[in-house]
């Protein structure tokens, strides 16, 4: 892939829509409207904005984008080790003893639902079941763990940052932390942590959310003065926390979501996504681009000239200066999986792009005659969320209306930020996704636990419960499987041991380890993905609950598929049947338990 000049020109002219479908009502901003997003670069938060990580996720990024950054590589006088994870310690679960024909040699307890192996908890991400906890426990077994605690940060943003300034679009930062300190409350009576209590630490972070050098002094901070075991989130723009704690040997939730793999190997076990890394992604459209796309014509371009025309594909990327740990590997990984498809690239094959808000609106103009220069007829975009805005403007100015391919990169897969980019080129817009189809908020995980344990009619104190709670819900659910001697190394065992969950429609396959997404051993997930393709004509609420035109389609219901498996038969992109843009209520929800005895819903 060849590096793109930034250039001094001019913004691309507005698209003059000859021919082509009537913009949305949320146009791409102007200069003028540039500096409103670096003042405030997240969308309208609405109480009805539906469940998954997305919902703080994408305001994050869109702050990613309001500001010039890049990626910077850390060096340290040492690096994390790398573990051999392998450790009898970790309990056994319901399911293995099950199919040993054991599980009448274990106490697992009164909330053990011994039909579906988890705890009885309304939740498809309910843990499995381990033997009731019996005898000492090794005192301190890691810094951060005594025989009676397990020291958990919860890292916040500054105040009056960017990051403060987004969580504020959700709630005040005092109701994110009671959402917090809620779903630790209770996960300390639900989750066996072996005779501890889980010590939630608030950390008030003292730099912007992308200065390294305040996330550097941070991790240490929170590792030597704090003596935590683990943090939940950290800052959004750079690495340096996350590789700092990794250094000091604490591990970080929540933290690098679609970054890519070989960032989070070398961190390796300490570092844990909610996200599929980049890698994850990228190999997963080139799979499908094999399998269903190459040698064929590209009929769904907004050129009808190309509809009679073999595809032709280039790749537009994102990179960095130095480039991240990874990039080299993935780009000879992806040109590697293309060649030995066949698939029929054009010349150039790829550009790349730097994540710049000063420079990328002449950037997109440049990379928009360039592509124009390939008449590649298919463009796979992989790249960050705010570069479409301005690449699919340029593009409609030139005349230029190819496939866009979505590889769900970063949120580019969302109704949410579709609406951003010129319709007349995104309404040709289709792909591969890891997000679920999005449900009401108050149907999806957090809530239905949160009115669970606490009582039906009350709500999280923060409408970014559903962002909040994945990182803690995790981080309990592997010191259960982690067994009493808590370590890093046993954190990631339970982990990798696990059985998978999810991967319906609405939740998505959680899965890590050598069962997980590829590459492996994984430390993100989901580990499955689905198909989607936009819909500039459909109505309905977005991701943040806003009502308006532009939806992203799942194809056949949502229906998903494992990483590194493509289905059988055609793929219906653009075509209505069978596809949804959203459930009222999740097709593939728990089980309904009562409330555990001493809950407070239990007295309500």
Not at 240 to 254: F, I, K, Q, S, T
Not at 294 to 308: F, I, L, P, Q, R
Not at 524 to 541: E, H, I, N, V
Request: charged share 15%; aromatic share 8%.
């Amino acid at each position: 892939m060849s590096e793109i000049e930034t250039t001094t020109q001019g913004q691309p002219a507005e698209d003059d829509g000859q021919g082509r479908p009537q913009e949305a009502t949320l146009p791409p901003p102007d200069q003028a409207e540039l500096a409103q997003l670096s003042q405030r670069p997240w969308p309208r938060v609405s109480k009805l904005r539906v469940a998954g990580p997305v919902v703080l996720i994408v305001a994050a990024l869109i702050a990613a984008g309001a500001i010039a950054t890049t990626h910077e590589n850390t060096t340290s006088s040492s690096t994390a080790p790398t573990t051999s994870i392998a450790h009898s310690s970790v309990p056994i679960t319901y399911a293995v003893a099950a199919k040993e024909g054991r599980a009448g040699a274990y106490d697992w307890g009164p909330q053990c639902d011994h039909h579906t192996g988890r705890l009885k908890m309304p939740s498809v991400y309910a843990p499995p079941c381990v033997p009731v906890a019996k005898g000492n426990n090794g005192g301190s077994t890691w810094t951060g763990v005594t025989a009676t605690t397990i020291n958990l940060v919860e890292y916040q943003p500054e105040p009056g940052g960017l990051g403060s300034a987004i969580q504020g679009a959700t709630g005040t930062p005092a109701q994110a932390h009671a959402t917090v300190q809620a779903y630790v409350n209770m996960f300390n009576h639900i989750f066996e942590t072996y005779g501890r209590h889980v010590n939630l630490i608030p950390f008030q972070a003292t730099g912007a959310d992308n200065d390294p050098v305040a996330a550097h002094a941070d991790a240490v901070t929170v590792a030597q003065q704090l003596h935590a075991f683990a943090s939940i989130m950290g800052p959004g723009t750079t690495t340096a926390y996350v590789d700092e704690l990794a250094r000091l040997h604490v591990l970080c939730l929540g933290c690098g979501d679609s970054t890519l793999y070989g960032e989070i190997a070398k961190n390796a076990p300490y570092q844990w996504a909610n996200l599929p890394t980049a890698d994850t992604s990228l190999i997963e459209t080139v799979d499908y681009i094999v399998a269903k796309l190459n040698g064929k014509d590209a009929v769904w371009a907004g050129d009808s000239k190309m509809h009679t025309r073999k595809r032709s594909f280039t790749v537009v990327s994102e990179t960095s200066v130095p480039p991240t740990t990874g990039f080299t590997e993935l780009q000879a990984l992806v040109t590697k999986k293309l060649q030995e498809g066949h698939v029929n690239m054009a010349s150039p094959p790829g550009l790349t792009y730097t994540l710049n808000l000063t420079t990328l609106p002449t950037q997109a103009a440049t990379l928009a005659e360039k592509l124009k220069t390939t008449d590649a007829t298919s463009v796979v975009f992989a790249g960050d969320p705010i570069m479409p805005i301005y690449l699919t403007r340029a593009c409609a100015a030139i005349g230029y209306f190819p496939e866009w391919i979505i590889t769900g990169i970063v949120l580019t897969d969302t109704s949410t930020l579709g609406r951003y980019y010129t319709q007349s080129e995104w309404s040709h817009a289709f792909g591969v996704s890891s997000l679920a189809v999005p449900t009401p908020i108050d149907t999806g995980n957090a809530y239905r636990l949160y009115r669970w344990w606490y009582g039906a009619s009350t709500s999280p104190p923060s409408l970014a419960a559903p962002a909040i709670i994945p990182p803690i819900q995790q981080f309990f659910g592997a010191v259960q499987t982690a067994g009493p001697d808590l370590t890093p190394q046993t954190f990631a065992e339970g982990q990798f041991r696990s059985p998978t969950a999810g991967g319906g429609p609405t939740t998505p396959l959680i899965a890590f380890g050598y069962q997980g997404a590829v590459p492996v051993p994984s430390y993100s997930s989901p580990a499955d993905y689905t198909f989607l393709w936009y819909d500039a004509a459909a109505k309905g609420p977005d991701e943040e609950g806003m009502t308006g035109s532009g939806m992203m389609q799942y194809v056949k219901g949502g229906a998903r598929y494992k990483s590194g498996v493509v289905p059988d038969g055609p793929v219906p992109m653009f075509s209505t049947a069978g596809a949804v843009t959203m459930y009222a209520s999740p097709p593939d929800q728990a089980p309904s338990y009562a409330p555990w005895p001493g809950s407070p819903a239990s007295y309500s």
